[in-house]
């Protein structure tokens, strides 16, 4: 027979355990236990547990992760396939990763091997079968994924395929170049994004407007700043000042257009990003919500901060703490982590630190 007093003690112990025992099952921190980057279902589990110093979305079964100072790649399942042994790493695209060894970059295949020895100075990830690569002299040319140069080192800057054009940079002016290298807009704007649904922002002079795939300008430069169409609207920025690339607006107020240049949501909003699963996120004073396709707050400004939907769900911080909500603006997995990316392929990195 167990003694009264170790019964009592058991059943003491036991009640400790339940919580932490929960606590596992659903995926929260434990203090002191857990930390770094892991990744969680959209039931809340922790299906590979915090251990990583930075880590990727996934992307064709793959994720970048950091442990200590090296980067290497593990499967869906948590299982380190590619072993940590790169300076840097990008997601998988098109069956390569680029790779950082020391000062160059180069390109590995999904079982880690180095298919484009590191040669390049930078490196970008393959779109529509070609990658963007900067050579010792600063020049920028594209590769294919046998690694021939196929448009040769000659621009000053450049950036990848979209819509079977990229942006590249002659002389201090952006133009685009088909995938023979040909020239088919000239160079004329002070900076120039890719063309998304056919059409791509470029600013002339201190105003943003958009061009087709043939250059002629399809919504004349007029905008303070302005991103990329996204589900056939664009963010655009009337009455603030933003850096030359456009990336950092201080004052006015974001709306949206449509194609035409028809402004279909007033400007009204604080900070607008692009629309993603039929939702947008934008900033009202100090908060973030979510509007939809006609301008309705279909979730209120009440997070810190927000990410876009992706598979469904959105990142959004309360207080100090990141979760993820529905399309409703349920909160569906709590907000119990120091940091949140996007859903891919099932699964979305989250960062848990020792507390």
């Not at 970059?105 to 779109?127: H, L, N, P, S, W």
């Not at 590769?143 to 395929?161: H, L, R, T």
């Amino acid at each position: 027979m167990v003694p009264t007093k170790i019964r009592l003690l058991s059943a003491k112990y036991v009640l400790i355990l339940i919580p932490i025992v929960l606590v596992t099952l659903f995926g929260s921190p434990k203090a002191g236990g857990t930390n770094g980057w892991g990744y969680i279902d959209q039931n809340q589990r922790m299906v590979i547990n915090p251990q990583f110093d930075f880590a990727w979305e996934f992307s064709e079964g793959l994720a970048g992760v950091k442990i200590g100072d090296k980067w290497g790649y593990i499967d869906l399942t948590g299982k380190v396939v590619i072993t940590p042994r790169f300076d840097s790493a990008w997601r998988f695209s098109g069956g390569l990763a680029w790779v950082k060894i020391g000062d160059k970059c180069g390109y590995i295949d999904r079982t880690g091997e180095m298919v484009i020895q590191a040669q390049f100075t930078c490196a970008a990830k393959f779109t529509e079968g070609l990658a963007r690569v900067k050579m010792e002299g600063g020049r920028c040319g594209f590769i294919d994924k046998a690694g021939k140069m196929v448009i040769d080192p000659q621009f000053d800057s450049a950036w990848g395929f979209s819509d079977g054009l990229a942006r590249v940079k002659i002389g201090g002016k952006w133009g685009y170049i088909d995938k023979t290298g040909k020239l088919v807009i000239d160079p004329q704007f002070d900076f120039a994004r890719e063309f998304n649904d056919g059409l791509a922002h470029v600013r002339m002079g201190d105003k943003w407007g958009y061009i087709d795939q043939t250059g002629r300008p399809t919504i004349a430069p007029q905008y303070d700043c302005a991103w990329k169409f996204s589900e056939g609207l664009a963010p655009v920025n009337l009455g603030g000042r933003s850096k030359e690339e456009g990336r950092i607006v201080k004052g006015g107020k974001w709306g949206y257009i449509d194609k035409t240049g028809r402004i279909v949501i007033k400007p009204q909003f604080d900070s607008a990003w692009e629309f993603s699963e039929g939702l947008a996120t934008v900033r009202m004073g100090d908060k973030w919500g979510y509007i939809d396709r006609t301008g309705q707050a279909v979730i209120s400004p009440q997070f810190e901060s927000a990410w876009r939907f992706s598979e469904g769900l959105g990142a959004v911080k309360v207080g100090h703490r990141w979760g993820y909500i529905d399309r409703t603006g349920k909160i569906v997995i709590k907000t119990i982590f120091d940091d949140a990316g996007l859903f891919s392929q099932g699964l979305a990195g989250v960062m848990i630190r020792n507390r």
